[in-house]
């Protein structure tokens, strides 16, 4: 299981395979915050156009790769044909149910297959996605065996095009860490995670401080 959240006040997540009106993907708004347009569907992605006040409209794709190699190769043969036709700003997250180098996964099985991470990473250069990289935990996805049987690998991430990147600068991404599922959520923020609230911001000690002649009567009145 993966999801992710932003600021703009809506909710997307990934939730096994699907079978009749039980898993899938699901998008949650506030339309006190934004509005959300479904544009396709399918039990893979979801395309949806995201629009606030005065913000600029973007799109998101809200991904759950399948296990199988086929049907995953059909999703990837999508997101393609999206990137050739996307005009707009264009984020995609959640659970690729793939690894892009060998960095991205942990274990001491040997079962290790360096062409289908390249692959991923082609597919991913060929639509033009920046990856936005991560603070927490870097693994995101466990088989939850112990001992030499563990795996760990970085399945969930969030990318966007150069437009997305352009329109939120300060974008980032955190992983929690994982609770009763294989997969750690994901929480994707539009702005700098410290920007609504100066006091979390993190405190940062200039080294020219020490020679101003006033540091020691601020240190003491404070």
Not at 67 to 95: G, H, I, Y
Not at 96 to 116: C, G, I, P, V
Not at 155 to 180: F, G, H, I
């Amino acid at each position: 299981m993966g999801n992710f959240f932003n600021r703009l006040g809506f909710t997307a997540s990934t939730i096994m395979d699907l079978v009749g009106k039980v898993g899938g993907i699901w998008i949650i708004w506030d339309t006190s915050h934004a509005n959300v347009r479904a544009s396709s569907v399918s039990s893979q992605v979801i395309h949806a156009t995201v629009h606030k006040e005065d913000y600029e409209e973007w799109v998101i794709a809200a991904v759950y790769a399948s296990p199988n190699p086929v049907l995953r190769e059909t999703l990837q043969n999508n997101l393609e044909d999206v990137a050739a036709n996307m005009d707009k700003s264009w984020l995609v997250a959640s659970d690729f149910n793939d690894y892009a180098n060998q960095s991205e996964r942990r274990s001491l099985s040997n079962n290790q297959s360096t062409t289908r991470s390249q692959k991923f990473l082609d597919r991913v250069n060929n639509c033009n996605l920046i990856d936005l990289g991560s603070s927490g935990p870097r693994m995101t996805w466990t088989n939850n065996r112990h001992g030499l049987a563990n795996t760990m690998e970085r399945l969930d991430k969030a990318m966007c095009n150069a437009n997305w990147r352009t329109l939120y600068p300060e974008a980032s991404v955190k992983v929690l860490p994982r609770t009763y599922f294989d997969h750690s959520p994901l929480i994707v923020y539009t702005e700098s995670m410290h920007s609504l609230n100066p006091l979390n911001r993190p405190f940062r000690f200039e080294a020219a401080w020490m020679s101003h002649p006033g540091l020691l009567d601020v240190i003491s009145s404070s």
